[in-house]
């Protein structure tokens, strides 16, 4: 029974994290899947909800209107959040007839205010974006490319992280954002992406549904929606949008936390995603479900693998040397975070350390959706 555990386990996680994005790689290969895309330029809405971005905002606006979009197609709508700050005076500069603003007065959540933005918006395509990061000059057009083949029901674009300061924990989600980016240009060729970037995304207004309230993760949410409604949600790698990535261990895993939470609450928005459904049921659990599974696996190797490698009357050499391998990872994660505080790096134990920090976050994520946090529910941000 435990050798059965260990194999289980060891075979989980393999599968999560090398398994599916060979299989996603090959089937992505096989159907290869083209969009028909040609340069087109329908009425753009652009919705950004914000909450204290004083220091973002102007140039957030000034941003989008220097892209490569007719000016006369493109608006602008601002949703401030419930700001505390000068976010809302700053935004109100900009109003005119491309530059429209709403403001709450007390803080509602990120899901209630896009939910205005859209229906304020007049545009047939609708473009969410946050107010920290920018869009490259032809990110938009770009985007909006994808739209011209009416298969096609939203399009992801590419965020691009980029260090300032070069730390240990920035190489690491850097290097594990580029993984995740290639499993997503894969599931494109192969149909579609599960979920979009939230920095950079755009819908069919005409396909828009108002987000639950207590809907943490709209960039998935709403893509997924569109999934199962028939369409297609590709990712457009030319459309790119930059920022930075956060420098500290904390930060990182308090965003991780807030996302994977999310992946358990679209269980409960979205049951419809646990039923086999246009075939994306595969990459629905193998990409989203069997993440938040892979720490209770890796909890579950290591106990049984203890079992088999000391407490079992003949312990084989090969159970021994997992075992050893074990010790052997974790006590890179220890290094890891003893070199991450001192502003060091190893970059295998930085690798390590990285790695088990995701995979805590969706322990952590778990209580969160259990214990119903309403706070993390209602930011989303």
Known sequence: MTETLFWVSAGAIL????????????????????VLKREITPRLSVVIACHNEENNIEPRIRNIFECDYPPGSLEVIIVSDGSTDFTAEIARRFVCDRV???VYG???????????????????????????????????????ANFADREVGAVSGELLLESKGGSSVSEGVGVYWKYEKWIRKNESRAGSVMGATGAIYAIRRELWQPLPESTILDDVYTPMRIALGGRRVVFEEKARAHDLIAESARYEFARKVRTLTGNYQLCQLMPRLLIPTRGLLFQFYSHKLMRLAAPVFLLLLLASNLITGLASSSPTLFYRATLAAQLIFYA???GGGFLQKRNRRVRLLNFAYVFLIMNAAALVG????????RNLWARGE
């Open 15 to 34: 599968y999560t994290y090398i398994g599916y994005p060979i299989a996603v790689w090959l089937l992505g290969c096989a159907r290869n899947r083209q």
């Open 106 to 144: 007390e803080r509602k959540g990120k899901a209630a205010a896009l939910n205005v933005g859209v229906e304020m918006a007049t545009g047939e395509i609708v473009l969410f974006a946050d107010s920290r990061q920018s869009f490259e000059p032809c990110a938009i057009k770009h985007l909006v």
């Open 100 to 102: 429209s603003l709403f």
């Open 332 to 334: 890179a994660v220890l």
């Open 366 to 373: 778990l209580f969160h959706f259990v214990l119903g946090n």
